[in-house]
């Protein structure tokens, strides 16, 4: 019989810090320091943590230890699209010539970097089916609110600005879209979804009218559905006078197959850490490079990159450019990766979403006779069940079948969303998983189904297997502790005040 | 730990799951078993101020859960005469007791006749039961 | 022709799920889309490159840019070539952290929690606030979002901006204004830095005040008495801060800020043409539910154990929607780590020496280049304005003819300033390339 090993709290970095500790190395100078005026001077240290390089090695080696990313295993978060980073990205982003390279260099210094932006716009015109680029947007989120803003200007310009003010968003649309659509001054107008999962074409044919500016929808929608009657749904807002937005999220179902531009979209953001590879960081970084059709070229955020000749540059002069969204000409070290990753496919970029399709449909077919599936359709590259088969019969929720995944050391699926179905578990493989993957994925799925059955608490105490159990986000919620209350513990180092911390520096 | 589901006969309802307690021209507000069950522990309550005034129909404060936040819309008009304090520290009152001690604010009614556009607890029972 | 390396689809592999999903082809899975709307032809793509060429191929790229290690440069203007140590690298080359997403469950994901909550604490430690959010996309950006929690808190639509400010947070600030339904007002610089009586006087019915401090020009702004301006109209103080220079200087908590944002590039980030990076926000307690994007807190698990879960959620899009705080999803969590990472490695007494070297270095630069100063009375941090007897653009052009950087042409945002040439000196400079840059500038 084996005794247990006691558990090792984990430590906070500050709560491993004594005074006196350091990690850093600075070269040494013996000019004299000018005073700051001391209305303006720091009069406390602030209290970063004091530890020498070994110990913080093994901190922030400890907290990878307890994350789970794609590298881990399987990560089948819904609408994500998170696939596999490939290492070479993390080369050529390292290349000097692009890691040391200050924004503001002089063109002719920057030749190189320019060139790959240049190529990339290409690039991303020609997979959406439209005219131009801009890269600068952060992220999805910010692409999304810079298609907003170009919606504006265009109808401004147009003398239109005042009278349209509302934009269409569906009910199944990702929480950014109604959260942008806020951001950008506009009125939220929501439109349903019918039985087979496409958009409610009577809602749109009834309210889109002269006081509409566009549609924002992902296609595949957030149900992993394509919307058959897309081209009429483009028809009536184009009819009405207005334009239509390309949430990208789901862009890894159709690259290749069919491109946004064609499908009626004047305006589409790309999410680079979705499709096109850039490493998801935790949380970030992400890229959100959006494409418009001609008609919206003059709005786009300054500077553009152009050519002339076998030279590339920044253009400033577009007067009717909707302003800066984010500095500079954008997250470049992202361009890096997904310029990179696109060059390994060229034109079979179609054999990825192929893959992805296939995957999600594979895994669709083992689970849909044990999960609830409420459209009951060929899915694209992801699908959405309900669990609540599984709530009806044995009290086992989503949030359930989610904890217990996790003992299969699996990342569970993205839950609760969409809003329409109940007991969503919404499931994404991506093209980068091989067959026995997906395979160990539903054979735990269906196992946790049996156990809802048979072993109940075992599901509803989950997860077993993870350095925690189930965390109390009511009192998180509460109390609101979201920095280390140094107050609380007097006993480690104090931040001292800067007069005590020179003379000390002095003694040593 | 919640309680368990009633809707007490003395009081009226509205539809978006709002109780008052009529007293003379003042009336105490809250919000019914359905709405606390549905947000699961209340954590927050963003509370108007006293003196403030409300208008039927409207949102005069928000409650919070990890899940969800929900405006808390006036069933009646009128002037705030008291908020319930003791629900800064302990907001989860109103999934425990949502009639008594989980009260929200008090109000001068404006408008009585208001109250009689309001809903019985039939009545408020039966559009449950449609939900 | 091999496949992607990416894909471990096999033939066998791809019958045998045709069989189960019950289709005969791939072809067959897109049969909902529309004949109108698929892509007839293959993607106008150049063809699929294996690794080494790709490889060869972004050297190619790379080897045409000047970069910091290819030129000395005094380049600064809101990006830094501060020192990035060697355990950052190692750190983030974690697949754990580079590969993650948002922590949603939290017990597959208590490392980048942790790591994100100890990110929050340093902010606020650097900063004097009581709350920061886990990032946002840059300093311009995070600016934005400030004058955004200022105007639902304070219920005005004003927003106040001192031209002093960098050029590109008060270009995006600008840019976002209109969809927030806020108006922007400019206070000038004075001599290089901004006059708080002209700042109380724009501030009334402002929601929010922005300076920079040390500001565009590396001069050091009268930042307590321009909080105590903004405050006496009850206007919000958003200070955007050099996180560097917070061991040297004090932190807006300390002075009656409400906010403090800023550019966190210089700690622990590459200069990489811009980005990414990460933006910090940080506030007063009082805004906490007010906050953008996302925050982490401290809880218990089932057992006890002390854990960390994202909170205050209800802030966010993916519950609030259209009400939400912001749009934000995707932030910079891997950069902002590299930040935590950056300042934990360098500690107080670091931060400290970082901040004096670059007042002695720049001291020594101001003298040794022996150029009239565009603001002559004004103490400075870790850049300066200094008047070259010519274009900037051109010293610039001559200047690098010689190997050399020499800074950034303040002409290109300032009226009157086409002569001047803004220098950053970081830590990284010695006294020997301070001489050289003498030399070029023909000092």
């Given at each position: 019989?084996?005794?247990?090993v006691p558990?090792?709290?984990?430590?906070?970095?500050?709560?491993?810090?004594?005074?006196?500790?350091?990690?850093?190395?600075?070269?040494?100078?013996?000019?004299?320091?000018?005073?700051?005026?001391?209305?303006?001077?720091?009069?406390?240290?602030?209290?970063?943590?004091?530890l020498?390089?070994?110990?913080?090695?093994?901190?922030?080696?400890?907290?990878?230890?307890r994350?789970f990313?794609?590298?881990?295993?399987?990560?089948?978060?819904?609408?994500c699209?998170?696939?596999?980073?490939?290492?070479?990205?993390?080369?050529?982003?390292?290349?000097?010539?692009?890691?040391?390279?200050?924004?503001?260099?002089?063109?002719?210094?920057?030749?190189?970097?320019?060139?790959?932006?240049?190529?990339?716009?290409?690039?991303?015109?020609?997979?959406?089916?439209?005219?131009?680029?801009?890269?600068?947007?952060?992220a999805?989120?910010?692409?999304?609110?810079?298609?907003?803003?170009?919606?504006?200007?265009?109808?401004?310009?147009?003398?239109?600005?005042?009278?349209?003010?509302?934009?269409?968003?569906?009910?199944?649309?990702?929480?950014?879209?109604?959260?942008?659509?806020?951001?950008?001054?506009?009125?939220?107008?929501?439109?349903?979804?019918d039985?087979?999962?496409n958009?409610?074409?009577?809602?749109?044919?009834?309210?889109?009218?002269?006081?509409?500016?566009?549609?924002?929808?992902?296609?595949?929608?957030?149900?992993?559905?394509?919307?058959?009657?897309?081209?009429?749904?483009?028809?009536?807002?184009?009819?009405?006078?207005?334009?239509?937005?390309?949430?990208?999220?789901?862009?890894?179902?159709?690259?290749?197959?069919?491109?946004?531009?064609?499908?009626?979209?004047?305006?589409?953001?790309?999410?680079?850490?979705?499709?096109?590879?850039?490493p998801?960081?935790?949380?970030?970084?992400?890229?959100?490079?959006?494409?418009?059709?001609?008609?919206?070229?003059?709005?786009?955020?300054?500077p553009a990159?152009?050519?002339?000749?076998?030279?590339?540059?920044?253009?400033?002069?577009?007067?009717?450019?909707?302003?800066?969204?984010?500095?500079?000409?954008g997250?470049?070290?992202?361009f890096?990766?997904?310029?990179?990753?696109?060059?390994?496919?060229?034109?079979?970029?179609?054999?990825?979403?192929?893959?992805?399709?296939?995957?999600?449909?594979y895994?669709?077919?083992?689970?849909?006779?044990?999960?609830?599936?409420?459209?009951?359709r060929?899915?694209?590259?992801?699908?959405?069940?309900?669990?609540?088969?599984?709530?009806?019969?044995?009290?086992?929720?989503?949030?359930?079948?989610?904890?217990?995944?996790?003992?299969?050391?699996?990342?569970?699926?993205?839950?609760?969303?969409?809003?329409?179905?109940?007991?969503?578990?919404?499931?994404?493989?991506?093209?980068?998983?091989?067959?026995?993957?997906?395979?160990a994925?539903?054979?735990?799925?269906?196992?946790?189904?049996?156990?809802?059955?048979?072993?109940?608490?075992?599901?509803?105490?989950?997860?077993?297997?993870?350095?925690?159990?189930?965390?109390?986000?009511v009192?998180?919620?509460?109390?609101?502790?979201?920095?280390?209350?140094?107050?609380?513990h007097?006993?480690l180092?104090?931040?001292?005040?800067?007069?005590?911390?020179?003379?000390?520096?002095?003694?040593? | 730990?919640?309680?368990?589901?009633?809707?007490?006969?003395?009081?009226?309802?509205?539809?978006?799951?709002?109780?008052?307690?009529i007293?003379?021209?003042?009336?105490?507000?809250g919000?019914t078993?359905?709405?606390?069950?549905?947000?699961?522990?209340?954590?927050?309550?963003?509370?108007?101020?006293?003196?403030?005034?409300?208008?039927?129909?409207?949102?005069?404060?928000?409650?919070?859960?990890?899940?969800?936040v929900?405006?808390?819309?006036?069933?009646?008009?009128?002037?705030?005469?008291?908020?319930?304090?003791?629900?800064?520290?302990?907001?989860?009152?109103?999934?425990?007791?949502?009639?008594?001690?989980?009260?929200?604010?008090?109000i001068?009614?404006?408008?009585?006749?208001e109250?009689?556009?309001?809903?019985?607890?039939?009545?408020?029972?039966?559009?449950?039961?449609?939900? | 022709?091999?496949?992607?390396?990416?894909?471990?689809?096999?033939?066998?592999?791809?019958?045998?799920?045709?069989?189960?999903?019950?289709?005969?082809?791939?072809?067959?899975?897109?049969?909902?889309?529309?004949?109108?709307?698929?892509?007839?032809?293959?993607?106008?793509?150049?063809?699929?490159?294996?690794?080494?060429?790709?490889?060869?191929?972004?050297?190619?790229?790379?080897?045409?840019?000047?970069?910091?290690?290819?030129?000395?440069?005094?380049?600064?203007?809101?990006?830094?070539?501060?020192?990035?140590?060697?355990?950052?690298?190692?750190?983030?080359?974690?697949?754990?952290?580079?590969?993650?997403?948002?922590?949603?469950?939290?017990?597959?994901?208590?490392?980048?929690?942790?790591?994100?909550?100890?990110?929050?604490t340093?902010?606020?430690e650097?900063?004097?606030?009581?709350?920061?959010?886990?990032?946002?996309?840059?300093?311009p950006?995070?600016?934005?979002?400030?004058?955004?929690?200022?105007?639902?808190?304070?219920?005005?639509?004003?927003?106040?901006?001192?031209?002093?400010?960098?050029?590109?947070?008060?270009?995006?600030?600008?840019?976002?204004?209109?969809?927030?339904?806020?108006?922007v007002v400019?206070?000038?610089?004075?001599?290089?830095?901004?006059?708080?009586?002209?700042?109380?006087?724009?501030?009334?019915?402002?929601?929010?005040?922005?300076?920079?401090?040390?500001?565009?020009?590396?001069?050091?702004?009268?930042?307590?008495?321009?909080?105590?301006?903004?405050?006496?109209?009850?206007?919000?103080?958003?200070?955007?801060?050099?996180?560097l220079?917070?061991?040297?200087?004090?932190?807006?908590?300390?002075?009656?800020?409400?906010?403090?944002?800023?550019?966190?590039?210089?700690?622990?980030?590459?200069?990489?043409?811009?980005?990414?990076?990460?933006g910090?926000?940080?506030?007063?307690?009082?805004?906490?539910?007010?906050?953008?994007?996302?925050?982490?807190?401290?809880?218990?698990?089932?057992d006890?154990?002390?854990?960390?879960?994202?909170?205050?959620?209800?802030?966010?899009?993916?519950?609030?929607?259209?009400?939400?705080?912001?749009?934000?999803?995707?932030?910079?969590?891997?950069l902002?780590?590299?930040?935590?990472?950056?300042?934990?490695?360098?500690g107080?007494?670091?931060?400290?020496?970082?901040?004096?070297?670059?007042?002695?270095?720049?001291?020594?630069?101001?003298?040794?280049?022996?150029?009239?100063?565009?603001?002559?009375?004004?103490?400075?941090?870790?850049?300066?304005?200094?008047?070259?007897?010519?274009?900037?653009?051109?010293?610039?052009?001559?200047?690098?003819?010689?190997?050399?950087?020499?800074?950034?042409?303040?002409?290109?945002?300032?009226?009157?300033?086409?002569?001047?040439?803004?220098?950053?000196?970081?830590?990284?400079?010695?006294?020997?390339?301070?001489?050289?840059?003498?030399?070029?500038?023909?000092?």
């Amino acid at each position: 019989m084996s005794a247990a090993v006691p558990e090792l709290p984990t430590l906070l970095v500050f709560e491993q810090s004594r005074p006196g500790r350091r990690a850093s190395t600075l070269p040494a100078h013996d000019l004299p320091v000018p005073e700051v005026p001391s209305e303006l001077a720091r009069t406390r240290a602030p209290r970063l943590p004091e530890l020498a390089e070994p110990e913080l090695v093994r901190h922030f080696t400890g907290l990878a230890d307890r994350t789970f990313g794609v590298d881990t295993g399987f990560y089948p978060l819904g609408s994500c699209t998170m696939k596999h980073n490939p290492r070479m990205n993390e080369r050529v982003v390292s290349l000097p010539g692009f890691r040391d390279l200050h924004p503001l260099q002089e063109e002719d210094g920057a030749q190189g970097a320019l060139e790959l932006m240049w190529r990339l716009q290409e690039i991303l015109a020609e997979v959406a089916g439209l005219d131009a680029v801009t890269l600068q947007p952060a992220a999805g989120s910010q692409g999304e609110l810079t298609g907003l803003m170009l919606m504006r200007a265009y109808f401004s310009d147009r003398g239109e600005g005042d009278l349209r003010d509302t934009v269409f968003v569906a009910d199944t649309a990702h929480g950014t879209n109604p959260a942008s659509v806020t951001m950008a001054g506009y009125k939220l107008e929501k439109v349903g979804t019918d039985a087979r999962g496409n958009l409610d074409l009577e809602v749109l044919r009834e309210r889109v009218n002269e006081r509409t500016a566009g549609l924002m929808l992902t296609n595949p929608s957030t149900l992993g559905l394509f919307d058959e009657s897309i081209e009429e749904v483009a028809r009536i807002f184009h009819g009405a006078g207005a334009l239509l937005y390309y949430d990208g999220a789901n862009l890894n179902a159709v690259c290749g197959i069919s491109r946004p531009g064609d499908m009626g979209f004047d305006i589409v953001h790309y999410n680079l850490h979705k499709t096109f590879s850039q490493p998801h960081g935790g949380g970030g970084p992400g890229g959100g490079p959006v494409a418009v059709r001609e008609i919206l070229e003059p709005f786009l955020p300054v500077p553009a990159v152009v050519r002339d000749g076998d030279r590339f540059r920044f253009d400033y002069d577009r007067p009717k450019s909707i302003g800066k969204v984010r500095g500079f000409a954008g997250p470049f070290g992202v361009f890096v990766r997904s310029y990179a990753y696109i060059r390994s496919y060229g034109p079979r970029l179609r054999e990825m979403s192929e893959a992805a399709v296939l995957n999600a449909n594979y895994v669709l077919a083992r689970l849909r006779d044990t999960y609830d599936l409420p459209f009951d359709r060929l899915c694209m590259h992801e699908f959405v069940l309900s669990a609540r088969n599984l709530k009806r019969d044995h009290g086992v929720t989503a949030l359930d079948v989610a904890k217990r995944l996790m003992d299969y050391r699996f990342h569970p699926p993205t839950i609760y969303f969409p809003l329409i179905v109940p007991e969503a578990l919404m499931i994404e493989p991506t093209e980068t998983e091989p067959k026995e993957r997906l395979d160990a994925f539903a054979d735990a799925m269906l196992a946790i189904a049996r156990e809802a059955a048979e072993e109940r608490d075992l599901v509803k105490d989950a997860p077993h297997r993870r350095p925690v159990k189930r965390v109390d986000e009511v009192q998180a919620a509460k109390r609101a502790i979201v920095r280390y209350r140094f107050e609380e513990h007097p006993q480690l180092s104090a931040g001292a005040p800067t007069g005590a911390a020179v003379e000390a520096q002095k003694g040593a | 730990m919640a309680a368990d589901e009633s809707y007490p006969d003395d009081l009226k309802y509205h539809a978006e799951h709002d109780w008052a307690r009529i007293d003379g021209d003042t009336a105490t507000l809250g919000i019914t078993w359905y709405a606390q069950d549905a947000l699961g522990e209340i954590v927050h309550l963003e509370a108007p101020e006293d003196g403030s005034s409300v208008a039927a129909g409207e949102s005069y404060g928000e409650v919070e859960s990890v899940k969800a936040v929900s405006d808390l819309i006036a069933p009646l008009s009128g002037e705030i005469i008291e908020v319930n304090a003791a629900l800064a520290d302990a907001p989860e009152t109103i999934n425990e007791d949502p009639y008594d001690a989980g009260w929200l604010i008090k109000i001068r009614l404006t408008d009585p006749a208001e109250v009689a556009g309001l809903l019985d607890v039939d009545a408020y029972r039966k559009l449950l039961d449609e939900q | 022709m091999t496949g992607s390396p990416f894909l471990s689809l096999t033939d066998e592999d791809r019958d045998e799920m045709l069989a189960t999903i019950g289709v005969s082809s791939v072809e067959e899975l897109f049969r909902d889309i529309p004949e109108a709307v698929r892509l007839h032809r293959p993607l106008e793509l150049e063809p699929p490159l294996s690794e080494p060429e790709i490889v060869a191929h972004l050297t190619e790229l790379a080897g045409r840019n000047a970069h910091t290690g290819s030129e000395l440069s005094f380049l600064g203007a809101g990006i830094y070539d501060h020192y990035v140590p060697a355990f950052v690298d190692a750190m983030l080359a974690r697949g754990e952290f580079l590969t993650a997403y948002t922590p949603y469950q939290p017990e597959m994901s208590q490392g980048v929690l942790q790591a994100i909550f100890e990110y929050q604490t340093v902010i606020c430690e650097l900063t004097g606030m009581d709350v920061s959010n886990a990032s946002g996309y840059d300093g311009p950006t995070v600016t934005a979002d400030a004058c955004y929690v200022a105007k639902h808190a304070t219920g005005r639509s004003k927003i106040v901006l001192c031209e002093a400010v960098n050029p590109q947070v008060r270009q995006v600030v600008k840019t976002y204004a209109p969809g927030f339904g806020l108006s922007v007002v400019e206070v000038p610089q004075r001599e290089g830095t901004t006059d708080p009586d002209e700042l109380r006087e724009a501030a009334r019915d402002a929601a929010g005040v922005v300076f920079q401090q040390p500001n565009f020009f590396g001069c050091l702004e009268p930042a307590p008495d321009l909080a105590a301006a903004a405050n006496e109209q009850e206007a919000l103080p958003i200070a955007y801060v050099d996180p560097l220079s917070l061991g040297v200087l004090e932190a807006p908590g300390e002075y009656g800020c409400a906010i403090a944002v800023g550019e966190g590039q210089g700690a622990g980030n590459y200069q990489s043409y811009g980005g990414p990076h990460y933006g910090f926000l940080a506030a007063r307690e009082d805004y906490v539910r007010r906050m953008p994007g996302r925050i982490v807190g401290e809880t218990t698990d089932l057992d006890g154990r002390r854990a960390f879960v994202l909170t205050l959620q209800t802030r966010e899009q993916h519950i609030r929607r259209e009400k939400a705080t912001h749009n934000i999803t995707t932030n910079q969590t891997l950069l902002a780590l590299a930040g935590l990472m950056y300042l934990s490695w360098l500690g107080p007494q670091g931060l400290r020496e970082v901040g004096e070297t670059c007042l002695a270095l720049g001291a020594y630069a101001k003298e040794r280049l022996g150029l009239p100063l565009a603001f002559p009375d004004r103490a400075t941090f870790k850049e300066f304005a200094v008047r070259v007897g010519r274009p900037g653009r051109e010293a610039i052009a001559a200047a690098r003819e010689s190997g050399v950087h020499p800074g950034y042409a303040l002409g290109r945002d300032y009226e009157g300033l086409e002569d001047v040439l803004l220098v950053a000196v970081t830590e990284k400079r010695t006294t020997a390339e301070i001489d050289r840059l003498a030399e070029v500038l023909g000092a």
